[in-house]
């Protein structure tokens, strides 16, 4: 089978972006190189910009991690286009109506479909970095199942999230109007483009991000770049189409477009939990192609072999309870922070918090630190990696997912709930249905009812029986790719 994936950013990526959608990307296309009757390619765009060559093009990739000697995703061809006129990721080019529509690159695209041609499948992961118009590709190619993944909402939200203002979930954009002073501080798209080209110029020549050799020449580039724009009026600038306008209705109609070139082109809409699926048809899509598909994940192994739970009350000591993730408003961990600081001694002194997250706002770390008076003990880890996570999550006995948007299904969650490890959640997205029992969820932004189940499994009346009893099994990547095979791909 020839397939043709798409994400914004390439599955390789020196800078680790694109989160779970990334490490999912990666470990799909590893578990499919596994059989030689595939043949795959990759497409990515919206970051790669040429210093000094505005042409539109697709190129294959000529960096990202060089350790593929001993590993078989050398199998994948990786291709990008460079100079795409939608910036990734999707809140980059906020307003821009080149994000559903635009000739050239529709062209582009056409090209590059036709010149490796016979693709018996096109499956875009999001659709940021490029024009929705091009799952009308379909229109050429009617026989290439077209196949769209829900990682997150952006056909129905420029910001990406449904996530107004970087403060509020979004469950009504008031026809569009409310979108427009959803980003109010956005970045000028001059100065991502020439801070992306002066990196896509170092990477093409061997030195990466991540390279202590990175900065002073990424700085100096940036530089000669600004200099030459100032020089020519770069074309490119001149060309930024954004639709601002006060009725708001350019956002309504761009949600109507996507929806439609969605109904019309895609044979399927893969929605990674059930409460994605009932988002993306509350916001138009056509039920009958929507389908619910959890993803694979390579933690599945360890769930089987876990016999004995590690989230449990013990009987002597205290309740190892952790937060693992970013220190962001929508991530919920905000509401944790004042969650924390108010709740009632009685529950905090059977608690040993475990908080393991970048600092990136030290204010919220102290008001924490000024609450140990009252728990257990407090544990503070600036960030982790998946070659020291098992040796944290050894530590917990139930984690905390306390999501404020709709977060379709985190991957902190799966790896908790991989190695049998109870999660507590909010009701908002995917995350509670792998424990599949509502009394271990909470309303978003409900102190009391979070306080509450906690105090419940302090007192021995939920233990880790009733949550795994009610459990949802972790879909390994073997399972779920011959889902993906047998039922989605197949003609």
Known sequence: MKILFYNWVDFLDDENRGGGVSVYQRNLLEELCKNNDHELYFLCSGISYDLFNIDVRIEKIKHGKKNLNNNILWKVKRYEIVNSKVLSPGHLSFGD????????????????????????????????????????????????KIILSMHNYYPFCSQVNLWYNESELCEDYFYGKKCISCIPNQAK????IRSNSSAYTLKKIGINPTSKYFFRPFITLAGIKKRIDTKINDKRYKDKKIFYRVSGHPFMERREAIVNMINENCDHVLAV????????????????????????????????????????????????????????NDKGFFFLVDALYDMPPKIAE???????????????????????????????????????????????????????????????????????????????????????????????????????????IIQGELTHDDYWSWARRPVSMSEHCNKLIKEFYKR
Not at 100 to 122: P, R, S, Y
Not at 290 to 312: H, M, Q, S, W
């Open 273 to 328: 939990s059930q409460r994605v699926a009932e988002i993306t048809i509350k916001y138009g899509v056509c039920s009958e192609i929507v389908c619910v598909d959890y993803i694979g994940t390579k933690f599945a192994e360890l769930y089987d072999k876990v016999e004995n739970p590690t989230g449990r009350i013990p009987t002597l000591g205290k309740l190892n309870l952790a937060y693992l993730g970013y220190m962001r």
């Open 350 to 456: 059977n608690i040993n918090l475990i908080i393991v997250a970048k600092n990136t706002n030290q204010e919220a770390l102290n008001k924490i630190y000024h609450q140990i008076w009252k728990f257990n003990d407090i544990y503070y880890s600036n960030g982790y990696n998946h070659k020291n996570l098992d040796s944290i999550l050894e530590k917990v006995d139930i984690g905390i997912i306390p999501s404020l948007w709709e977060d379709n299904l985190p991957q902190v969650a799966i790896e908790y709930h991989s190695r049998k490890i109870p999660i507590i959640t909010s009701n908002r997205g995917g995350a509670s249905e792998l424990a599949n029992n509502p009394n271990y969820v909470y309303d978003s932004l409900d102190k009391e009812q979070l306080y509450n189940i906690l105090e419940k």
């Open 189 to 192: 798209k001059e100065v991502v």
């Open 97 to 144: 109506d080149n994000q559903v529509f635009n000739t050239e690159m529709n062209q582009l695209f056409a090209n590059f479909v036709q010149k490796h041609g016979g693709f018996d499948v096109i499956h875009f992961n999001n659709l940021e970095g490029i024009p929705a118009s091009f799952l009308e590709i379909k229109k050429l190619y009617p026989s290439t």
